[in-house]
């Protein structure tokens, strides 16, 4: 069996708002499990009470998602600070 080997380099990462990316994706989670809940006998007479949960543990991954995600972001921009080249300090000694 023969080595894939590419043929050319792969793209750099897009980077976005990811933060808001998934604080809104979390929220989104929180908000479908908060609307099930009241037809949660409607959910338990199918036998599909695992859509409701479901969207609880989306709800509650999303938020170690958020805290991940925003430790990233800071860590990224620490290394962005430190690494800038000929960057001069805001408060200069007198």
Request: with cysteine; proline share 10%; net charge negative.
């Amino acid at each position: 069996m023969a080595k894939w080997t590419p043929k050319h380099e792969a793209p750099e990462p897009l980077e976005g708002p990811v933060v808001a990316t998934i604080t809104s994706g979390t929220i989104l989670w929180f908000v479908l499990f908060l609307v099930q809940v009241p037809f949660y006998g409607w959910f338990d007479d199918r036998d599909l009470t695992w859509w409701v949960w479901t969207c609880l543990a989306g709800a509650g991954l999303g938020l170690i998602g958020i805290w991940y995600v925003r430790k990233r972001d800071a860590a990224l921009k620490r290394h962005a600070a430190a690494t800038a080249p000929g960057e001069a300090p805001e408060h200069p000694a007198p």
